[in-house]
């Protein structure tokens, strides 16, 4: 199991902290995505906490989905 979380903690800067849907983000999924084939992950969770503003869910989920399909994951 590996799990990524991003350093920021949301409460240190609640003015500018928000979710968002992977690729979207500050984190660089692209590493993230080879640590996780390198270290032999059998599987790869995504998850979104909530929303991001001004999207549902689903919406969230799609975007997510559609960036791991362009960067080929």
């Known amino acids: ?7 920021a ?3 240190d800067n609640v003015k500018h902290f928000a ?3 992977v690729g979207a983000g500050i984190q660089d999924v ?4 080879k640590a996780c084939v390198d270290a032999n992950a ?14 549902d869910a689903l919406s969230c989920a799609k975007a997510s989905i559609d960036y ?6």
């Open 19 to 21: 979710f968002r849907s």
């Open 42 to 55: 059998g599987w790869i969770i995504v998850e979104q906490d909530n929303p991001t503003e001004g999207m």
């Open 9 to 11: 903690n949301p409460r």
């Open 30 to 33: 692209p590493s993230i995505l």
């Open 68 to 73: 791991l399909k362009q960067i080929t994951y």
């Open 1 to 7: 199991l590996i799990g990524i979380q991003s350093k």
